[in-house]
């Protein structure tokens, strides 16, 4: 069964930080790209970074050079440090990971977690 679980959201005011974590079953971390979605309410989600199994990371351009995603291979966790926080980085925050089959990508997604930046 696979289980995505996260971790580490709350309220922090601007320009603070937070670290959010996602615990994935062996099984797919091993072979999945992970990373993070985010949505805030009346928008859509969208994609915040992605790591490969490589380690190559993607980033969307609002949050380059301020949150970091990392891969933890021994515990099959994956992390999002996010520095310099903005208001408008105030979402749920989604953890997914994506593996290619012969013929679709299968996603798995886990449950959300709800960062707050306000002052």
């Known amino acids: 069964q696979v289980q995505l679980v996260e971790s580490g959201g709350g309220l922090v005011q601007p320009g603070g930080s937070l670290r959010l974590s996602c615990a994935a079953s062996?099984?797919?971390?091993?072979?999945?790209?992970m990373g993070w979605y985010r949505q805030a309410p009346g928008k859509q989600r969208e994609l915040v970074t992605t790591?490969?199994?490589?380690?190559?990371?993607n980033y969307a351009d609002s949050v380059k050079g301020r949150f970091t995603i990392s891969r933890d291979n021994a515990k099959n966790t994956i992390n999002l440090q996010m520095n310099s926080l903005k208001p408008e980085d105030t979402a749920v925050y989604y953890c997914n990971a994506q593996i290619p089959t012969i013929i679709n990508i299968l996603n798995y997604w886990g449950q959300g977690t709800q960062v707050t930046v306000s002052s």
């Open positions: 790591i490969t199994t490589g380690g190559s990371t």
């Open positions: 062996e099984s797919i971390f091993k072979i999945a790209t």
